[in-house]
């Protein structure tokens, strides 16, 4: 029998912002199209939000390229001036905590605790971290034979179009535009159809910080209209994009012509390695949050568990017993751990994957179906005796879905965890320090976490080998992406 929905504890937050912001104004779009943005614990309409088609991403693009035009506010403003004014968003992010993290919650679905907790300081830390490095990126000077002085500089890339998921709405978004600005370059970020909400309201508290007009537009809208047009747009420098593999091929296509600049976070198929000498208490725990936090949206999931053959069982049971206890609920409810997915379609999708794991022969041991009469509910999985060519053990479902694999050796795992395209993270459970830097060296994935997972800071890079990714975000590393080199060289009289 399916439970009711439990009764909301759904505050009343305000929605400030349904408009896009071009050149410093909040506006509707050109035609005038509104979609609307849904909760997807109640599966109830939130608001109406602008959509941005073609017209809107031309005039956003405009007003970036103008912004970023010689002898502009922008281009004369000091690099320390442009980390202040990102330090200065990040104050107003974290006084206005409470409200973004309600409008993350109810846009997404995800536990107010880890909205107020994660999501907001998360991209108050990444504007903050971006913003100290604005009067930091350096050139070199360069000996070369002969009379010549060389050195390099720095320069912005330009005009960016970053198209961003719905998984982490806000931290997406601080993760694509903090680097960018950081670097003097503008913006047109087109957030995810689902979760337009927070990036708006971001864009409202950019604006009262102080950033000129143009430096950053947002542009909600879909992404075959939107976000293709962003890509197309011969004045579009470079794009940054997080989502599926698909998408970017797309894109890659699309940037082919004017070579754009391109970088990719996507999706994963994680392998998350427990040996039989690990801490079991510490394993299993981790293992859960591994695939589950984010109801298992997380590019980055530890959706494929190997287990050494020796604790398999026991490993399985434990799990399950852990994953059982697991409470799903309104997201509005500070108790609660997990909420609902983010659409009907990707609640279908889950679902369907469920049912093929069963098909395939797999054993379902907890879990397995939705959860309530209402809202996008899907109960915490964990599939034992998977093996690696099955659909749920090889396709990424980006849900609550954790396969359970059995191995004997550190060898043969190294070689199953690596026979996919994907290539984003892994993690191993060991008290040997030795077979850890075994795995850390042998596994092809751009985060290697050893007894933990998903600790990901915006100092350190993160990004995927393989099919998961281009380039890295994040860290020093993540202000490459946003920057062109330019060599110097001069000849020096004798
Ligand atoms: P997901 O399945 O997580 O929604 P997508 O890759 O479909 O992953 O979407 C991620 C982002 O890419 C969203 O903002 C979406 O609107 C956008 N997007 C989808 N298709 C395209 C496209 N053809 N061109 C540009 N952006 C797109």
């Known amino acids: 029998m399916k439970a009711k929905t439990p009764r909301t504890h759904s505050p009343s937050v305000k929605i400030r912002q349904t408009q896009m912001l071009i050149d410093g104004r909040f506006c509707d779009g050109v035609e005038g199209k509104t979609f609307a943005t849904i909760n997807p614990a109640t599966e109830e309409k939130i608001a109406d939000i602008a959509e941005g088609g073609e017209k809107d991403i031309d005039l956003a693009v405009k007003a970036a390229r103008k912004a970023f035009a010689e002898g502009s506010a922008w281009r004369k403003l000091a690099a320390r001036e442009r980390g202040r004014l990102l330090f200065a968003w990040a104050d107003l992010i974290e006084k206005n905590l409470e409200e973004l993290a309600a409008l993350e919650t109810l846009d997404n679905g995800k536990p107010i605790t880890a909205s107020r907790t994660g999501d907001v300081p998360a991209a108050a830390a990444v504007l903050r971290y971006y913003g100290g490095w604005a009067d930091k990126i350096h050139g070199q000077t360069i000996s070369i034979p002969g009379p010549y002085f060389t050195y390099t500089k720095r320069e912005p890339v330009g005009v960016c179009g970053q198209i961003i998921p719905w998984n982490y709405p806000m931290d997406m978004a601080a993760w694509k535009v903090a680097p960018a ?8 970020l087109k957030p995810a159809e689902q979760t337009p909400l927070t990036a708006l309201r971001m864009g409202e508290l950019a604006m009262e910080a102080g950033f000129p007009p143009g430096v950053l537009n947002i542009v909600p809208g879909y992404g075959p209209t939107a976000g293709a047009a962003l890509v197309k747009h011969p004045q ?3 794009i940054a994009f997080t989502g599926e593999h698909k998408t970017a091929q797309i894109i890659m296509r699309e940037a082919a012509d004017s070579l754009k600049r391109l970088t990719f976070e996507l999706g994963g198929k994680s392998p998350n390695i427990v040996f039989a000498d690990a801490d079991m208490d510490e394993a299993v ?5 591994a695939i589950f ?4 949206q997380n590019c980055c999931a530890g959706s494929r568990a190997f287990v050494q053959e020796g604790v398999y069982d026991e490993f399985v049971d434990r799990l399950a017993q852990r994953t059982a206890k697991r409470k799903l609920g309104d997201p509005f409810d500070p108790a609660t751990e997990q909420g609902p997915q983010i659409d009907r379609a990707q609640f279908d999708k889950i679902l369907k994957y469920i049912n093929l794991g069963r098909q395939e022969g797999a054993r379902c041991v907890t879990g397995g179906e939705r959860a309530f009469d209402r809202g996008y509910f899907v109960k915490p999985t964990v599939f034992g005796n998977v093996q690696d060519k099955m659909a ?4 990424e479902i980006f849900g609550p879905v954790v396969s359970v694999l059995r191995f004997k050796d550190l060898d043969e795992v190294v070689g199953r965890a690596n026979n996919t395209f994907y290539g984003l993270a892994a993690a191993v459970w060991t008290r040997d320090i030795g077979k850890a830097h075994a795995i850390a060296d042998r596994v092809q994935a751009g985060t290697v976490w ?3 997972y998903n600790v990901v800071d915006t100092a350190a890079p993160f990004g995927g080998f393989k099919m998961s990714g281009m380039g890295r975000e994040l860290g020093e590393k993540g202000l490459e ?5 330019k060599t110097v060289t001069v000849h020096l009289p004798a």
């Open 181 to 188: 600005l950081a670097a003097g370059c503008t913006v047109v």
């Open 285 to 289: 725990e981790g293992a859960c949050g």
């Open 293 to 296: 936090s984010n109801a298992g």
């Open 481 to 485: 992406n946003y920057t062109e080199t």
């Open 392 to 395: 749920i053990a090889s396709d």
């Open 236 to 238: 579009v420098d470079k």
């Open 450 to 452: 050893v007894n933990c």
